[in-house]
């Protein structure tokens, strides 16, 4: 399974979009990255490809987000 942690990533660019005007976007970056990682999640195990494999004997393991603290107060859940 792979992860990442989204509220890393608003730790992380928050600051930097303070810094050049943008207050808007906190908060909203992480949860921006979520959707396009989910897109690329299934465009890759829903495509003919991945189904041609699978039915050779591949398994799929559902992709699930799990958020356990809200350590930024600016993320929109």
């Given at each position: 399974?792979?992860?990442?942690?989204?509220s890393?990533?608003?730790?992380?660019?928050?600051?930097?979009?303070?810094?050049?005007?943008?207050?808007?976007?906190?908060?909203?970056?992480?949860?921006?990255?979520?959707?396009?990682?989910?897109?690329?999640y299934?465009n890759?195990?829903?495509?003919?490809?991945?189904?041609?494999?699978?039915?050779?004997?591949?398994?799929?393991?559902?992709?699930?987000?799990?958020?356990?603290?809200?350590?930024?107060?600016?993320?929109?859940?």
């Amino acid at each position: 399974m792979a992860s990442f942690f989204l509220s890393r990533i608003d730790t992380l660019v928050d600051p930097l979009l303070e810094e050049v005007g943008l207050r808007e976007l906190k908060g909203k970056v992480a949860v921006a990255s979520a959707k396009i990682a989910y897109q690329i999640y299934k465009n890759a195990f829903h495509s003919k490809r991945f189904k041609n494999w699978k039915n050779l004997a591949g398994s799929l393991r559902n992709c699930c987000g799990r958020v356990r603290v809200r350590k930024n107060p600016h993320t929109v859940m």
